[in-house]
């Protein structure tokens, strides 16, 4: 909406994908969520996660290039 609203404006949602940080070794830890402990613990110790140098160079490549619409929602994964 706020990109059509104004179009003067370049938006993007972007979705950094699974970033190793406190929050996802907390979550690997802590959560009562047997399913969701599981998938984070499985992916830490297949190093899965991202680091944020990964994650921020994909949002600049992402910002620099604009192969997106205003708008638009982009995850790390997506092929744009």
Known sequence: VFA???PQV????Y??????TDML??????????ELR???DDMRS???????EQTVSRLIGLLRDQKYKSGDHV???DDI
Request: charged fraction near 25%; aromatic fraction near 8%.
């Open 4 to 6: 059509e609203e104004f």
């Open 10 to 13: 370049n938006v993007l949602n």
């Open 15 to 20: 979705a950094p994908g699974p970033v190793e």
């Open 25 to 34: 070794a907390t979550v690997a830890q802590t959560t009562i969520d047997e």
């Open 38 to 40: 599981k998938e984070t």
């Open 46 to 52: 297949h190093s899965k996660q991202l680091t944020t």
């Open 75 to 77: 995850d790390y994964y």
